[in-house]
C-alpha cells in the first residue's frame, strides 16, 4: 500500500494570493496570516503574487484569469462576507463558492479557500487572528499541501 500525502514546504512554488478589499480591516488580517504561514514554509517573496479586488464576487473571474495563463501553481482567495439583513449573503456566498470551485476543477490548479462566512463582525475578528485562529494561515497551509501531494503523487 502507497499513502500520498502532500508535504508542508513552499519553497519554489509561485503563488498567486487573490484578496478582497470589501472588509478590508478582516481581510488585511487574513492575509497577514497567509503571508506568515508561507514565509516560514519557505515561499520565497518573488514568488508571492498579490491581486486585489473590490470584493469576493471577483475573486473567481480573476482566479480563472490567472489559472489560464499559468502564471501561478495555485492560488489561495481570501476575503469577508458577513451576513446582512438581506439575502444578498447567501446569493453572494453561494456564487463565490462555486466560481473558485469550478476553476480548480476546470483548470486543474488548486484553488484554496479562505474566504470566510459569518453572521457577524465578532466572529470574523475571531477568525482573522483572535481566539479562533487566521483562517488565511490555515487557507495556506491547505494550499500548499495541496500542491505538494499534486506532485508527490504525480498527478499533475
Known amino acids: 500500500m502507497k499513502i500520498y500525502e502532500g508535504k508542508l514546504q513552499a519553497k519554489g512554488w509561485k503563488i498567486g494570493i487573490i484578496v478582497s478589499r470589501f472588509n478590508d480591516f478582516i481581510s488585511s488580517r487574513l492575509l497577514e496570516g497567509a503571508l506568515d504561514a508561507l ?20 475573486i473567481p473571474l480573476i482566479a480563472k484569469k490567472l489559472a489560464k495563463l499559468k502564471k501561478v501553481d495555485g492560488l489561495l482567495c481570501l476575503g469577508v462576507l458577513i451576513r446582512g439583513d438581506t439575502p444578498h449573503f ?29 453572521e457577524t463582525i465578532e466572529q470574523a475578528m475571531e477568525r482573522a487572528g483572535t481566539k479562533s485562529g487566521n483562517k488565511g494561515w490555515d487557507a495556506a497551509m491547505s494550499l500548499v499541501e495541496m500542491l505538494n501531494l499534486i506532485k508527490e503523487a504525480e498527478l499533475g
Open 90 to 118: 447567501d446569493f453572494l456566498s453561494a456564487e463565490i463558492t462555486k466560481g473558485i470551485a469550478q476553476v480548480s476543477l476546470e483548470e486543474g490548479i488548486p484553488c484554496s479557500f479562505g474566504i470566510l462566512t459569518v
Open 39 to 58: 514565509r516560514r514554509l519557505g515561499a520565497e517573496e518573488a514568488n508571492l503574487f498579490i491581486y486585489r479586488v473590490p470584493g469576493s464576487f471577483e
